[in-house]
């Protein structure tokens, strides 16, 4: 392997270990709330909005480091996160009250929002085209690597008599790691030719790309904006398709139900019939063992077959698991002690489904179709109407369980997906193999997301 390929690699896994901070914020609260409620009593609305708290904060958090990713640089937000993530978790530890829980997650948050946009957008801008589909997923394989980590971290921690507390401080250690990573590497490129920082930009294509001509590449970008006009957006009527793709597409990967699992699969399978905390922390173990693993496929496949027949195949998985989940607790009288299995198989279909689909093509599509000029922007709206579906989808979930029954609950998210799979065929473009600067021609020049 090259040196400036060696570089590569190294500056991709390293913005990638940003998903660990998302990933495990995400895994942790489902074991640690079944101890919070021995702890406090807390009601279902409390439930759900101690863990869609974070989401609070995370909205936030993306809504304000879009602009703040345009000025300062992608590499120094990835840092403050890290930083922020790092105190946070020793906040939520220490917590004494519900609200200082629910508040210091709040700040927990903000970083899991500044980092969910600021990592795939310095691994989409240092990627070269043919592999930018791999390298943006690696964010989405971290953050089912720190699901699966905050569960191990659950299942080693719940017969401690500070369980919660010790899983909640344990978060110190994937900040730790990506501050200690970022530390190593260069602003991209792209985000320094829009700074009119070309000779260092010159230099960073060298140091991660080699031997491409670094003239070229710089010349493409600069004809991606307008320099003059570098400070100001004016908003024209052919971005509103890449807004369109991606709120579109956040809309997709969260409103399908997939962190009602995550957050809450603990309690799923309590409500199936696991009889303990331990035992529901143990089974929900699976569910991130096997969401890690089928990230690889979207790794894999996404630069080979392409985004959108990974999203035709993942969405209708989601699609049929859901319904045999709705079909479990329709009929659990009749399936008697067999609901549970029924339950586990269910679930485990759903994040194979998910992890090589939604999951990591979601992140991927966001980092992609937006011009250079408003892709920090962009990227951070999408974000934010990422956690704000996410915030009425994770507060709502215990109280539909509650008012609606849960299979009614899962139906309601079969149709959901039907809905996304519609979208996907009409407006979600395909953008395998294609540059960057490109995408945006193909915006600028009216062509149908279909057609690309």
Same mark, same amino acid.
């Given at each position: 392997?090259?040196?400036?390929?060696?570089? &590569?690699?190294? %500056?991709? #896994?390293?913005? =990638? +270990?940003? /998903?660990?901070? @998302?990933?495990?914020?995400?895994?942790? *609260?489902? $074991?640690?709330?079944?101890?919070?409620?021995?702890?406090?009593?807390?009601?279902?609305?409390?439930?759900?909005? &101690?863990?869609? %708290?974070? #989401?609070?904060? =995370? +909205?936030? /958090?993306?809504? @304000?480091?879009?602009?703040?990713?345009? *000025?300062? $640089?992608?590499?120094?937000?990835?840092?403050?996160?890290?930083?922020?993530?790092?105190?946070?978790?020793?906040?939520?530890?220490?917590?004494?009250?519900?609200? =200082? +829980?629910?508040?210091?997650?709040?700040?927990?948050?903000?970083?899991?929002?500044?980092?969910?946009?600021?990592?795939?957008?310095?691994?989409?801008?240092?990627?070269?085209?043919?592999?930018?589909?791999?390298?943006?997923?690696?964010?989405?394989? =971290?953050?089912?690597?720190?699901?699966?980590?905050?569960?191990?971290?659950?299942?080693?921690?719940?017969?401690?008599?500070?369980?919660?507390?010790?899983?909640?401080?344990?978060?110190?250690?994937?900040?730790?790691?990506?501050?200690?990573?970022?530390?190593?590497?260069?602003?991209?490129?792209?985000?320094?030719?829009?700074?009119?920082?070309?000779?260092?930009?010159?230099?960073?294509?060298?140091?991660?790309?080699?031997?491409?001509?670094?003239?070229?590449?710089?010349?493409?970008?600069?004809?991606?904006?307008?320099?003059?006009?570098?400070?100001?957006?004016?908003?024209?009527?052919?971005?509103?398709?890449?807004?369109?793709?991606?709120?579109?597409?956040?809309?997709?990967?969260?409103?399908?139900?997939?962190?009602?699992?995550?957050?809450?699969?603990?309690?799923?399978?309590?409500?199936?019939?696991?009889?303990?905390?331990?035992?529901?922390?143990?089974?929900?173990?699976?569910?991130?063992?096997?969401?890690?693993?089928?990230?690889?496929?979207?790794?894999?496949?996404?630069?080979?077959?392409?985004?959108?027949?990974?999203?035709?195949?993942?969405?209708?998985?989601?699609?049929?698991?859901?319904?045999?989940?709705?079909?479990?607790?329709?009929?659990?009288?009749?399936?008697?002690?067999?609901?549970?299995?029924?339950?586990?198989?269910?679930?485990?279909?759903?994040?194979?489904?998910?992890?090589?689909?939604?999951?990591?093509?979601?992140?991927?599509?966001?980092?992609?179709?937006?011009?250079?000029?408003?892709?920090?922007?962009?990227?951070?709206?999408?974000?934010?109407?990422?956690?704000?579906?996410?915030?009425?989808?994770?507060?709502?979930?215990?109280?539909?369980?509650?008012?609606?029954?849960?299979?009614?609950?899962?139906?309601?998210?079969?149709?959901?997906?039907?809905?996304?799979?519609?979208?996907?065929?009409?407006?979600?473009?395909?953008?395998?193999?294609?540059?960057?600067?490109?995408?945006?021609?193909?915006?600028?020049?009216?062509?149908?997301?279909?057609?690309?």
């Amino acid at each position: 392997m090259k040196s400036y390929e060696f570089r &590569l690699y190294f %500056s991709a #896994l390293m913005a =990638a +270990l940003g /998903g660990l901070l @998302s990933g495990y914020d995400t895994g942790v *609260i489902s $074991g640690a709330l079944l101890y919070i409620n021995q702890t406090w009593d807390l009601s279902v609305s409390q439930q759900g909005f &101690l863990v869609s %708290s974070v #989401l609070i904060g =995370a +909205l936030l /958090g993306a809504a @304000s480091n879009g602009v703040l990713a345009d *000025i300062f $640089g992608r590499k120094k937000i990835i840092i403050a996160t890290s930083i922020m993530f790092f105190a946070g978790s020793i906040l939520c530890a220490v917590a004494q009250s519900p609200m =200082a +829980l629910i508040l210091s997650r709040m700040f927990t948050g903000f970083a899991v929002g500044a980092v969910n946009f600021a990592a795939p957008l310095y691994l989409s801008e240092v990627s070269p085209k043919e592999k930018r589909g791999m390298f943006v997923s690696l964010f989405q394989l =971290a953050i089912t690597a720190g699901i699966l980590f905050s569960y191990l971290i659950n299942s080693a921690f719940a017969n401690f008599e500070y369980s919660w507390r010790l899983m909640l401080l344990a978060g110190i250690a994937p900040a730790a790691l990506l501050f200690t990573g970022m530390l190593f590497l260069d602003d991209t490129p792209r985000w320094l030719v829009l700074k009119g920082r070309d000779n260092e930009a010159k230099e960073a294509f060298r140091k991660i790309q080699g031997d491409i001509d670094v003239d070229l590449e710089i010349t493409e970008i600069k004809k991606s904006f307008d320099k003059k006009d570098n400070s100001k957006f004016k908003f024209q009527k052919w971005l509103i398709m890449p807004f369109v793709v991606g709120i579109g597409i956040m809309f997709a990967q969260i409103c399908t139900g997939v962190n009602t699992i995550i957050y809450y699969a603990p309690t799923i399978f309590k409500l199936a019939g696991f009889d303990s905390n331990q035992t529901a922390i143990y089974a929900t173990s699976l569910i991130g063992i096997v969401n890690f693993l089928m990230t690889f496929v979207a790794i894999a496949y996404s630069d080979k077959i392409g985004r959108k027949p990974l999203l035709y195949i993942g969405l209708t998985g989601v699609m049929l698991s859901l319904i045999v989940m709705s079909c479990v607790f329709a009929f659990a009288s009749s399936l008697g002690a067999y609901i549970k299995w029924f339950a586990v198989g269910s679930l485990l279909f759903y994040i194979v489904c998910f992890a090589f689909s939604l999951g990591p093509i979601g992140m991927t599509l966001i980092s992609e179709v937006f011009p250079l000029k408003v892709r920090g922007v962009g990227m951070s709206i999408c974000m934010v109407s990422n956690f704000v579906f996410n915030f009425i989808i994770t507060y709502s979930f215990p109280i539909m369980l509650k008012n609606t029954g849960a299979a009614n609950t899962f139906m309601i998210f079969v149709v959901i997906c039907i809905i996304c799979l519609f979208f996907v065929y009409f407006f979600v473009p395909e953008t395998r193999g294609i540059a960057l600067e490109q995408i945006e021609e193909n915006w600028k020049n009216g062509v149908r997301a279909r057609d690309f």
